[in-house]
């Protein structure tokens, strides 16, 4: 027994000294597993460091819907709040027809605080390629990434074309959720040095043959922006997207100081910012008085993918009345009780149920964010139709009636 216990023994100061050695030359991902356990919903974001600043001068201000100009009833906003209170949301915007009809903020939140966008940040990434395309520094988007990864230029992996990235159907293996912080399927995301790491992830099944949804597509398209533009991420984003957007300060997640920015999640930015997203958006492309990218890109940034009716360019879709069958998977983020009540609904969306929704054929948009961290951050009753409907059943000029409870004063 006492050489079994030797054994053991040995064994345990073998991984210590193990994990020891590599804090040492690495800190960064232990630090974030800790962070993992003891702050997963940190609103401070001390975990997402360091960071890099994007300026904006807040220049594109809406206007806000005096008592008697609401074009969306009362009651309905004030249920909505209700329900983003309920659903322990930090902020709540519904703008229709250009106008803020209700801006609500829960206790300690309000427009200037940074608000942590998870995935939303993935549809942004359409924009800045189209944007590249439209400058000349991208071809198409039937150019294969080996063109700007030049390290797969050679490889199979560097076939797969950017729009396949955009379509989630690059091909490229899925990393499993992982708390060991020496592999890879925790690298790609926490380690100090990332882009190594998603250049070895490996290929899985033929490009363009299924949908997938894969963190590392995204975060390779930022790359690609990067290499493609010759500019740091944060850059191309202030000048193609931010400042023309008319949008406040933000910040990005880097791997590292002056390291890559990550293009997958964890944009730091004001509610309103993602209003003025929404709105560009809305008006194909243009806002601000100006034109972000060409309004046809947009039709087809939210046009189905061949193989997914749910998803289009890094986006959302709620065309479907069929439920999106990843919903049970996804953190109880996508349930609902019934379908959309417009089939032109589309919608930005970030772990943690934060949202941008758009409904075109009712100049409607509508923003809710909140927390974002930790295993289930949505509610078990949260519902990703209620706030949509619930604005699009209640508008003064309803093309049907008003939701019985929710009528008009």
């Known amino acids: 027994m006492k050489f079994i216990g030797r054994i053991f023994l040995a064994l345990v100061l073998a991984v210590f000294a193990y994990v020891g050695i590599q804090y040492l030359l690495d800190p960064r991902p232990i630090e974030q597993l800790i962070g993992f356990f003891t702050e997963p919903n940190d609103t401070s974001f001390k975990g997402l460091t360091p960071r890099e600043t994007i300026s904006g001068d807040g220049s594109f201000v809406l206007p806000m819907a005096k008592n008697d100009e609401r074009t969306i009833a009362l009651k309905a906003l004030e249920a909505g709040e209700r329900y983003a209170a309920e659903q322990n ?22 427009r200037d605080r940074l608000t942590q966008s998870q995935s939303m940040h993935k549809s942004i990434l359409p924009i800045l390629i189209q944007a590249a395309i439209e400058d000349g520094d991208i071809g198409s988007l039937q150019d294969p990434v080996g063109k700007y990864i030049t390290e797969w230029a050679d490889d199979p992996r560097g076939a797969a074309t950017i729009e396949n990235h955009l379509h989630m159907s690059s091909g490229l293996l899925e990393y499993p959720f992982a708390l060991n912080p020496f592999s890879d399927a925790f690298l790609w995301l926490f380690g100090s040095d990332t882009t190594p790491v998603l250049l070895r992830t490996p290929q899985d099944w033929t490009p363009g043959e299924k949908f997938e949804y894969n963190n590392v597509n995204s975060e390779l398209l930022g790359l690609i922006i990067e290499r493609a533009t010759g500019k740091r991420y944060a850059a191309y984003l202030e000048e193609k997207l931010w400042r023309p957007m008319g949008a406040d300060r933000a910040e990005l997640w880097l791997d590292q100081e002056g390291g890559k920015a990550h293009s997958s999640c964890c944009l730091l930015a004001p509610a309103m910012d993602w209003v003025r997203f929404g709105m560009m958006l809305l008006d194909k492309g243009k806002v601000n008085g100006t034109q972000i990218v060409r309004g046809d890109f947009i039709d087809l940034m939210i046009t189905p993918a061949p193989f997914f009716d749910w998803y289009g360019y890094q986006i959302w879709l709620g065309y479907s009345r069929e439920l999106n069958p990843r919903s049970p998977v996804l953190a109880g983020a996508y349930q609902r009780t019934e379908p959309f009540d417009a089939d032109d609904t589309f919608y930005t969306s970030g772990y943690g149920g934060q ?21 289930a951050p949505v509610e078990p009753t949260w519902d990703n139709t209620f706030l949509v409907n619930t604005m699009l059943r209640n508008r003064l000029e309803p093309l049907r009636e008003p939701d019985e409870g929710l009528q008009p004063e």
């Open 355 to 375: 949202r941008v929704y758009v409904v075109p054929s009712a100049d409607l948009v509508i923003v809710r964010m909140g927390p974002f961290g930790g295993r």
């Open 89 to 110: 949301s930090y902020a709540l915007i519904v703008v229709h027809k250009g106008v803020i009809q209700s801006e609500w903020y829960a206790e300690g939140w309000n």
